[in-house]
């Protein structure tokens, strides 16, 4: 099993819909976990963290499910502005920092 | 304020020929680096990570390398490029769990 993994999608939204997507995580002494932000040909930027159950800044939802070992993001009201690539990241005790190979969302007008 | 520095932006190299891409991080001591390469359509494959000078963990066995000469420098190198070397070359700095990354190279074995 992959450490992350992810649904590279495209999702294709309209404009004002909800969408989300998850990411699996292998490692159960995952700590924190991260939600980054990658436009096309441009380097990743970070989006939100969750170090408990989830977290919510504006339109954005990160849900933790521990038992299950995933990640969720949770967009509302989609903008064409969120079409971009998602990556999440589980961080563990050590140095490493492996990335999951991101969901593409595309949100049409 | 932090900021990281990478170069060159773009870059195109013949089958065989030697590389060096360099990556500088400003207004922090001792940080963790990080290279990634991202192949068209994919996602982030951790290359080498480094915790202090001349330490180099090496996550990929390949045609790459990597060194640390001093304390805010992570250098990327090759001595002889393959056609599946093409890519985009991030380096990125991690500062307590959040990574900063450099706007990266866009790097084109031909």
């Known amino acids: 099993r ?31 976990f991260f ?38 993001l949770l967009i509302r009201d989609s903008k064409l502005s ?28 | 304020s932090q900021t990281i520095h990478q170069w060159p932006a773009t870059l195109v190299q013949p089958v065989g020929s030697p590389l060096s891409l360099e990556c500088t991080v400003e207004g922090t001591s001792n940080p963790n680096l990080y290279w990634y390469r991202q192949a068209a359509g994919r996602g982030l494959q951790l290359l080498f990570y480094s ?22 420098q992570f250098i990327l190198s090759s001595k002889k490029l393959l056609l599946s070397d093409s890519g985009f070359y991030l380096c990125a700095w991690r500062w307590e769990v959040e990574a900063f990354f450099g706007q990266g190279t866009r790097l084109t074995v031909v």
């Open chain 1, 2 to 32: 992959k450490e992350v993994e992810q649904d590279p999608g495209p999702f294709n939204v309209p404009e004002g819909a909800t969408v989300a997507f998850n990411c699996t995580y292998s490692n159960s002494a995952s700590q924190s």
């Open chain 1, 35 to 72: 939600w980054y932000r990658q436009d096309c040909r441009k380097e990743p930027k970070l989006l939100m963290s969750v170090y408990s159950s989830g977290n919510e800044d504006g339109r954005f939802t990160a849900q933790l499910n521990r038992a299950s070992q995933y990640i969720s």
């Open chain 1, 82 to 109: 969120d079409s971009a690539t998602y990556l999440c990241v589980p961080k563990g005790a050590g140095n490493m920092l492996t990335f999951g190979g991101g969901t593409r969302l595309m949100v049409k007008p």
């Open chain 2, 51 to 72: 915790v202090g000078i001349g330490q180099i963990s090496s996550e990929v066995p390949q045609n790459l390398s990597a060194s640390r000469p001093q304390d805010r």
